[in-house]
């Protein structure tokens, strides 16, 4: 009997340990546990030399504070920089045939417009002579030259080095970092700093200073990129940020003391404009600050004075038969400038010309075709009404108020606007593809 008693209470006891321990075991789980990882530092502001760095900070941190429509942005940012993960890297040693120089690390492009005037045979492969039809994009352009997958580094550097910036996912840094050392850096695969043969015309030329404008129309945002990843981004070094200040020196002396660069700085239209846009920025990213300020000023009198008519419009632009897109273009390369020149003191939003030309007129000139309002009055191939968008933004942000009321009845690009997450006017409508 009492060994049967003692029985009974030690199968309780062993039952209560039991309901205590399965009890306990949630709270020592949770005692355990690891912590929540810390936030991350404060964000800091990149030393980029267009896009506004102080505001990429002030968009990092509502972001993390939770800011409803960055996180859209950022949303449809991290789906394009998701879809350049994979591809690459590219090089301009890979091409069917080196330049006509004969060196593979030479850059090389065809001129978009000219196309053969006579069919293709043994004794004329070509088909040569190449005649002109401005606006028609001849599609041999895209084969055998650099220029597709020059496109291609450029908007997926710029693209994944903002998804770094903010969201911290190391593999768009590292993605990123590996397309600029295999395009600019490595021995084996780098492009020379020069464009020697750019929009080359087959039986005509080996190239023109017209091929400046390949890299003056995007290259910028490469040094924007660049100024990003060396915040300390996974997979950019410090080996490779010096040996990219190298590269931009040199290709900025080839740019202003060759006989190419020298001409397109003559050129009047927006190949001038590119030209001191891509000076100036590489001069203020080397640290040639008093070179950039010159530059910038100094486009006034040349740049908007004879290329801005009173009323706002850009006579040789609107000559083109895309002038559209021309116009636009041309005022992203003034955006741009004024964004540099911000950083180096000079306000070129505020200059105004002898008959009253203005950067903000030439903005407002496009507005009731930006908006929808009205229809383009000007030649234009295919049109395309979302690429004023950036430009209307950087007049509204320099204080503009037509565009500033504009901005809400703005066409997004297919990409979606992220002027929230880079404020500079880019090229919206390519005419590369």
Avoid at 110 to 121: C, I, L, V
Avoid at 387 to 402: E, L, T
Wanted: proline share 8%.
């Amino acid at each position: 009997m009492d060994g049967g008693r003692s029985r009974s209470g030690l199968v309780a006891l062993l039952a209560t340990a039991a309901v205590l321990a399965s009890a306990l075991v949630p709270a020592a789980s949770h005692a355990t546990a690891k912590p929540a990882p810390a936030k991350p530092a404060a964000p800091k502001a990149p030393h980029t030399v267009v896009v506004d760095g102080a505001r990429m900070r002030d968009a990092r941190l509502r972001l993390d504070a939770g800011d409803p429509a960055l996180r859209t942005a950022v949303a449809k940012l991290t789906k394009a920089a998701d879809g350049w993960l994979g591809q690459g890297p590219w090089t301009v040693v890979d091409k069917p045939k080196p330049a006509p120089g004969g060196d593979p690390h030479d850059y090389l492009s065809q001129a978009p417009y000219w196309w053969p005037s006579k069919p293709r045979t043994a004794d004329n492969p070509w088909g040569c002579p190449y005649v002109q039809k401005d606006g028609q994009r001849n599609p041999e352009v895209d084969t055998g030259t650099d220029r597709p997958d020059l496109g291609k580094v450029v908007t997926s550097v710029t693209t994944l080095s903002l998804a770094w910036y903010y969201t911290g996912r190391a593999r768009y840094a590292e993605q990123a970092s590996t397309a600029l050392r295999t395009w600019f850096l490595d021995p084996a695969t780098r492009m020379n700093p020069n464009l020697n043969h750019g929009q080359f015309i087959p039986c005509k030329y080996d190239g023109r200073a017209i091929g400046i404008i390949d890299f003056s129309q995007q290259y910028t945002s490469v040094l924007d990129a660049v100024a990003v990843l060396d915040l300390g981004a996974p997979g950019w070094r410090a080996e490779d940020r010096a040996r990219m200040r190298d590269w931009n020196k040199k290709f900025l002396n080839w740019l202003v003391t060759s006989p190419f660069g020298k001409e397109e700085s003559a050129a009047e239209n927006n190949h001038g404009t590119f030209q001191d846009m891509q000076i100036a920025a590489l001069a203020l990213a080397t640290g040639d600050k008093a070179l950039a300020a010159k530059t910038v000023r100094a486009a006034g009198k040349l740049r908007i004075d004879p290329q801005i008519a009173a009323d706002g419009s850009q006579p040789q632009e609107l000559a083109r038969t895309r002038s559209w897109h021309y116009s636009t273009f041309d005022l992203v390369a003034y955006a741009r400038l004024a964004a540099i020149g911000r950083q180096v003191g000079v306000d070129l939003w505020g200059y105004r010309g002898p008959q009253g030309q203005s950067l903000f007129k030439a903005v407002d000139y496009l507005l009731p075709a930006a908006t929808g309002a009205a229809a383009w009055p000007h030649p234009e191939l295919e049109f395309y009404r979302y690429a004023a968008s950036d430009v209307v933004h950087a007049a509204a942000d320099a204080g503009d108020q037509k565009a500033r009321a504009a901005v809400p009845r703005l066409q997004a690009p297919p990409a979606g606007d992220l002027w929230l997450l880079r404020p500079a006017a880019e090229q919206l409508d390519s005419i590369a593809g």
